[in-house]
């Protein structure tokens, strides 16, 4: 039997139903509506295009986005202040700083410029440090590997004890990707491009996460039978076919994978909706927070 798809799409209209829900609801009752503020430095169209889609996510939803744009050629002091100024803006309860910048700024020291309780990428250099301390909390976990731990609690098996392996180690993703399956107590191996005998580690795995960029690497006879198999990449390749030119496929060959796994996601359709799904909610939580905090506060 193929593999169960684990809609990626169809999640994500659920969640964000409940986020324009609790939106609207925060505007009514409290008079203010969520607010994330995107740094974006330089002209890459790639960055470009998602910065716009996530302005359109939140227009969908009801929170509202302030995008600061800088050009490629701009100092370091005018990106930290940019952060800076979405740090201190009450009516901001989220900032997203949109990587990668220029290769002449210092990331750390502009991510170290977001505020924690404003991290709703969960990319500040405390909260990954946290994420991967026992007995630490974060305060937001970062949107893509949170869309892939809630699309794996779609199969609805226990994760815990479960053998992962999770392909790729970036920052943004397969790091964090690993930390948060530990955090479910699975027994994770963390994978990159040094790992030996790569289809041997991702075959002893019950779920295998693929976050590598490179298009259909991971083949079927790499799969233990029934597994759990997230497709994180995200690789435009050519396509007569298609009016554009090209079409996008993932990291993981779906027809062979989809033969032997238990369940599966789709590219596009499966960890990309949830990616801007989990940044959305994490700024209406931020919002939740904030709010809360201002009514404790002695008047
Ligand atoms: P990076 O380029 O930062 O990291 C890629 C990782 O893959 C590295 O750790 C690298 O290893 C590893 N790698 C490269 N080649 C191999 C190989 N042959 N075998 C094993 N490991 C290998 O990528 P990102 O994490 O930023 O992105 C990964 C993919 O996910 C991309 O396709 C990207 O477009 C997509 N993506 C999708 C998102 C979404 O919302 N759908 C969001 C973010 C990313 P090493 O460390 O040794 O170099």
Same mark, same amino acid.
């Given at each position: ?7 990626g799409r169809?999640l ?7 986020i ?5 609801e925060c505007?009514?009752?409290?008079? !203010?509506a969520p607010?994330?503020?995107?740094v974006?430095v330089?002209?890459?169209p790639a960055?470009?295009?998602y ?12 929170i509202?986005s &302030?995008?600061s744009v800088?050009p490629?050629?701009?100092a ?5 202040a940019?952060v800076?100024? !979405?740090?201190?803006?009450?009516a901001?309860?989220? #900032?997203?700083?949109?990587l990668?910048l220029?290769?002449?700024i210092?990331?750390e020291a502009?991510?170290?410029e977001i505020s924690l309780e404003?991290?709703v990428?969960?990319i500040?250099p #405390?909260n ?7 007995g630490?909390?974060?305060? !937001?976990?970062p949107?893509t590997?949170?869309g892939?731990?809630?699309l794996?609690r779609e ?5 815990e004890?479960?053998?992962a392996?999770?392909?790729g180690?970036?920052?943004?993703v397969g790091?964090p ?10 027994? +994770?191996?963390?994978?990159?491009s040094r790992?030996?005998?790569l289809?041997a580690v991702?075959r ?8 590598v960029?490179?298009?259909?690497m991971v ?9 759990? +198999? ?5 690789n /435009?390749?050519p396509?007569?076919?298609? &009016? &554009?030119?090209?079409r996008y496929?993932g990291?993981?060959? !779906?027809?062979s994978?989809q033969?032997?796994a ?9 960890v990309g ?5 989990m ?10 927070r904030?709010?809360? /905090?201002?009514?404790a506060r002695p008047?």
């Amino acid at each position: 039997m193929p593999a169960t798809i684990l809609d990626g799409r169809a999640l994500a209209q659920r969640i964000q139903a409940e986020i324009r829900a609790a939106a609207s609801e925060c505007l009514a009752g409290r008079g !203010f509506a969520p607010g994330l503020g995107v740094v974006l430095v330089g002209d890459d169209p790639a960055s470009a295009m998602y910065v716009r889609m996530k302005r359109r996510a939140c227009e969908r939803v009801g929170i509202q986005s &302030k995008a600061s744009v800088l050009p490629g050629s701009a100092a370091q002091a005018d990106v930290e202040a940019a952060v800076r100024a !979405f740090t201190q803006d009450p009516a901001i309860h989220g #900032i997203l700083v949109q990587l990668p910048l220029p290769e002449h700024i210092d990331e750390e020291a502009v991510l170290q410029e977001i505020s924690l309780e404003k991290d709703v990428d969960g990319i500040h250099p #405390i909260n990954l440090g946290r994420l991967g301390m026992r007995g630490r909390q974060p305060s !937001f976990t970062p949107a893509t590997p949170t869309g892939v731990m809630a699309l794996i609690r779609e199969a609805g098996l226990p994760i815990e004890g479960m053998r992962a392996a999770v392909i790729g180690r970036s920052n943004i993703v397969g790091l964090p990707a690993a930390l948060m399956l530990t955090n479910a107590n699975a027994t +994770v191996t963390l994978c990159h491009s040094r790992t030996r005998d790569l289809p041997a580690v991702a075959r002893a795995a019950d779920i295998v996460v693929a976050a590598v960029g490179r298009p259909e690497m991971v083949k079927g006879d790499w799969l233990k039978p029934g597994a759990i +198999v997230i497709d994180v990449g995200s690789n /435009s390749v050519p396509d007569p076919a298609s &009016k &554009k030119g090209y079409r996008y496929v993932g990291d993981v060959e !779906f027809a062979s994978a989809q033969a032997v796994a238990g369940w599966i996601t789709e590219v596009p359709g499966g960890v990309g909706p949830m990616t801007i799904t989990m940044l959305l909610s994490n700024t209406m939580e931020a919002a939740r927070r904030s709010a809360a /905090s201002t009514a404790a506060r002695p008047q």
